[in-house]
């Protein structure tokens, strides 16, 4: 149990346009879901965290109106990069949990973003 | 300031011995720690945790290890077997419910046959 799935694991886009990205708990309800961002050889550095029905939590430095995040469901996350740049080329992952789980956060298997 | 340190990038080691891998914190509100392991473009899976009250958690060929005055834990594997060659991330957070992880640089893995 407690499965997470991403869709698209790839995507290829052109600069300037904006790119979605859907979390999905497949097998539970994730009252948070959480996104992160992974640069080559680093770690997976936190962007916000989101839950169900409420604005998603900044951290500081990642600009909330260019990582649009919306939790409409308990099952449902997305991310959206708008206007994407190069530089925003990364591997997105998110993850979820349940309140009740305590500690658990359940990864979804990423999705790799490259802006040409 | 990266609170969780992981200070080797690379560790290799012989099929059937053991494997350390070392993670080091600096908030002292952390108090449940986590190691997962992750293989390339897929999202990291859980291995085993550790709560601040206890100094060891065993499961199966894991075992973790917290030193709680030296801000330090550590994983150990074994025996250590070439599917277990991947990158493993140490994280830690507060144990308050859904409170974010923050996670170390990780450490690649790899098990010589």
């Known amino acids: 149990g407690a499965v997470v799935s991403q869709h698209p694991s790839w995507v290829i886009c052109k600069s300037g346009t904006s790119v979605k990205i859907e979390c999905r708990s497949l097998?539970?309800?994730?009252?948070?879901m959480f996104w992160y961002r992974q640069f080559p050889k680093q770690s997976l550095m936190l962007m916000a965290t989101?839950?169900?029905?409420?604005?998603?939590?900044?951290e500081q430095g990642v600009e909330k109106d260019k990582f649009l995040i919306n939790h409409a469901s308990l099952t449902l996350s997305t991310l959206t990069v708008t206007s994407a740049h190069p530089e925003d080329s990364s591997f997105y992952i998110c993850s979820a949990s349940y309140m009740g789980w305590g500690n658990e956060q359940f990864f979804g298997p990423g999705t790799r973003l490259t802006v040409l | 300031d990266q609170q969780v340190k992981q200070n080797s990038p690379s560790l290799s080691v012989q099929e059937g011995r053991i494997s350390i891998l070392n993670c080091d914190y600096t908030?002292?509100?952390?108090?449940?720690f986590l190691w997962y392991k992750k293989y390339p473009a897929e999202g990291p899976t859980f291995l085993i945790s550790i709560s601040s009250i206890k100094d060891k958690n065993e499961d199966g060929r894991f075992t973790v290890f917290l030193n709680k005055s030296a801000k330090h834990l550590s994983l150990h594997i074994v025996p250590s077997q070439p599917g277990d060659s991947a990158v493993y991330f140490c994280a830690a957070k507060r144990n308050s419910g859904n409170t974010p992880l923050v996670f170390g640089k990780g450490t690649r893995l790899s098990v010589i046959a």
């Open positions: 097998d539970f309800q994730a009252t948070t």
């Open positions: 908030n002292s509100m952390f108090d449940y």
């Open positions: 989101s839950n169900e029905g409420s604005k998603a939590t900044y």
